[in-house]
């Protein structure tokens, strides 16, 4: 049997709490024996939907929190203040290495804010990138920042290469995924100051496959595995793809119904559509992880269902069982070592 | 009859020129007795794909042009070096008010480069954006700025705001546009500096409808008129539509061959998706102003079809008689007195 991973569960976090959440973290544990979740939350709302299901009781724990941060609430403040919530309670486990991973739906501000000011960063790591999954027509990408440093420095997007690629590699299992820089051309000397700061960074680095720029159009397309960008251009991309998405299938399901004819295809055509959407459901495919924490914090959206949480506690086990941690440690270090090497070569 | 509009087409510019692109020119003038179009470009090949159609004489002239910029030159060097070619000899046209405005699908790069040095600014507009229409839910929206300033300063997004408000009232025909600051979150005091620097100065600024900021996911939808960004953010948005466009096509087109069903359900569904995606084609909306130039420069994108630059041409026409140019100049003027009168007030 494979070691134990504890994740916490914030059950009082996102638009679906406590209900979703719970279903999707008892789905978890009956999907895999090794995993241990502990929920905060209220006590009582949580152990009432606990009841609802059936599963081993050795798998899951539940620590009562009396507070809650509100999805509107300020997260500095919030953070500072309500140390009772499910989400403070839940980092401060982690913190303390009672747990692995914390996966929740609430507050995305504060998330970010207590994974740097309670969880931690990795030591070396400047700043923490939120990290989701995208679809592409020929699997998974890693949009590494889409939410967290809207003004980054060059060298932040240098740490987001290197540990996107480990994610990828180890978590997702692309073999030397292709790390790209989200520019506004194919060219080396294309984009604005802070993408021509960094290109000359990821051309020399060490560890990592760089593949040049990629241009949006081409993200769909999976030209990279890894796509490297500021927080304000990545969330950028997350949400126009969420909007396209819907706006394009729409304007098809209502092509459909234009006429009879049209009518009866789109009945038929129906069931192999929906496999291919499927494709596009971001769900599919876990949480964003905020990389270069100490342990792992991973951000669902706010109406996440079961099945996103789900995903998210497994998403937290290969994360824990492949020791992505202590990779993104040394490759972290040895790069710092390798900016030193060339200022002293220099 | 109303004045005739003269309009200066980039015959080499673009991977289809000469051949669509005289089409194109053909096109618009049997569709308009008020244009007169000046083909610019290497005599030969342009009378010999003139001499293809049938059209009234007195409506195209052509002017022998031995120079050509290519696609990949370099743009600064290229308008300083190639006097003679068919960019730079049109533009000069505009500056002598020779002509109204120039249409090309050539090199971007110079089409820019050329617009400000060239042809020349409006007084008092800081920088020319390019600003092009996108299709949405409920029609068009124009993206101002996608293509020029990839680092802005705040007054220029306020000029963006103006400009984008004045072409979409008086061009598209869309009474009082909902403009809007692209960013990552609907509340005031998110995004990057840039973005937390321009919002109180639209939010103040007088002629314009500001609806507040819109997230990437809405543009779509169809929630603003006019969508005011850097360009760096800006060719995101344009490219990540059309590449997301494309993919969610093809894969949708997959999804019908996937078995017998579905084929025959794709093959009755097939006409009337094919107007619904019409309405996703960009170039049914002309190609991207440069706005804020002395007369107006119109840029298409470098696959421009006969359509395209047809469609282009008719934007000038309706530019030149709705007086945007006189239009852009009062109200700049007008938001300079407002700056200076607050400055004096504070």
Known sequence: MAETVCV???????????????????????MNKDIHVILTGKQE??????????????????????????MAEPPV???????????????????NKEADAIVSAGNTGALLVGGQTVVGRIKGVERTPTAPLIPTEKGIAILIDSGANVDPKPSYLVQYALMGSIYMEYVVGIKNPRVAL???????????????????????LDGINFV????????????ADVI?????????????YEGAADTIIKAIKDGMMTNARSKLGGALVKPALKETLKAFDTSEYGGAPLLGCQGLVVKTHGSATANDIKNSVLQCVTFKQQGINDKIREHISRSDNQAEKENIDQ
């Open 8 to 30: 916490v569960v914030d059950a009082m976090g996102g638009d679906n709490a406590p209900q979703e959440i719970v279903k999707g973290a008892v789905e978890a544990v009956n």
């Open 45 to 70: 709302p949580v152990e009432a939907e606990l009841a609802k299901y059936t599963y081993d009781p050795e798998q899951i724990t539940t620590v009562d929190c009396p507070e809650v941060i509100e």
């Open 77 to 95: 403040a919030a953070i500072r203040t309500k140390k009772q919530s499910s989400l403070v309670v839940g980092m401060k486990m982690i913190r």
């Open 182 to 204: 989200l520019n506004i051309g194919a060219e080396e000397e294309k984009g604005n100051a802070l993408v021509k700061a960094t290109y000359p960074l990821l051309k020399e």
């Open 212 to 223: 040049g720029n990629i241009e949006a159009r081409d993200i769909p397309h999976g030209l």
């Open 228 to 240: 490297v960008c500021d927080a304000f251009s990545g969330n950028i991309v997350l949400k126009l």
